[in-house]
């Protein structure tokens, strides 16, 4: 009986780590309250505390599980592309850098979606930590798919870095200017500058 409450638990853990995590990149850290993310898991908010110490320490695993989803998609185009970094590098572009990933922060790139509240959190907060490391594995991983991986590893990665930087940027502005024509301008300018193909059909939910 007691290892069946445990799986439970760790189920319930789970469930809400999940939740935050979709919730936080649509409304922000600030936006969501304990019991919107117990709610969002099935769950009565009551029990938080029993799971949780605080609501800035799940906003570290939410925001570290946000950063492990998008690494895991970047695997996943590699994966399909195996022999072909350079097709796997076009999937990982084309569905970050279109109007689906701008009209759906839930299920996007953390990166974009808390890059702000993050700024504004202390230096030494769990969140920052846990933000700044999902910062680097990703670029690590788009290091993986630079053009110029084969030839010089940092300059492998200081293509990661700005490429990424790239992304992000664009992301935060279309979402800053939706419903005007200068919000898709924008996204198109960064495709074209990172010479990405026409996007592919990868549904919105892997953008």
Do not use: W
């Not at 925001?63 to 998008?70: K, L, M, R, S, Y």
């Not at 895991?72 to 590098?89: K, L, N, T, V, W």
């Amino acid at each position: 009986m007691a290892r069946a409450s445990r799986e439970q638990a760790e189920k319930h853990r789970e469930q809400i780590v999940e939740a935050a995590s979709r919730l936080f990149r649509e409304r922000g850290l600030d936006g969501v309250s304990v019991p919107d993310l117990m709610g969002a898991a099935g769950l009565t908010h009551g029990g938080f505390y029993g799971h949780f110490s605080s609501k800035d320490a799940l906003a570290a695993l939410a925001c570290a599980a946000g950063f492990d989803q998008f690494t895991d998609r970047i695997d996943q185009s590699m994966a399909r592309h195996s022999d072909d970094a350079e097709g796997a590098r076009q999937e990982v572009l084309s569905n970050y850098l279109s109007a689906a990933h701008r009209d759906n922060p839930a299920l996007g790139c953390m990166t974009a979606a808390l890059s702000i509240d993050v700024a504004r959190s202390g230096d030494d907060s769990a969140v920052r930590k846990a933000y700044t490391a999902g910062v680097r594995k990703t670029i690590d991983e788009l290091a993986r798919l630079s053009p110029v991986r084969d030839d010089d590893a940092d300059a492998a990665q200081s293509d990661a870095l700005a490429t990424m930087a790239l992304m992000v940027g664009t992301i935060l502005m279309a979402r800053a200017t939706k419903g005007d024509p200068l919000s898709d301008a924008i996204i198109e300018a960064a495709r074209q500058r990172l010479q990405v193909a026409p996007a592919s059909a990868v549904p919105p939910d892997e953008a």
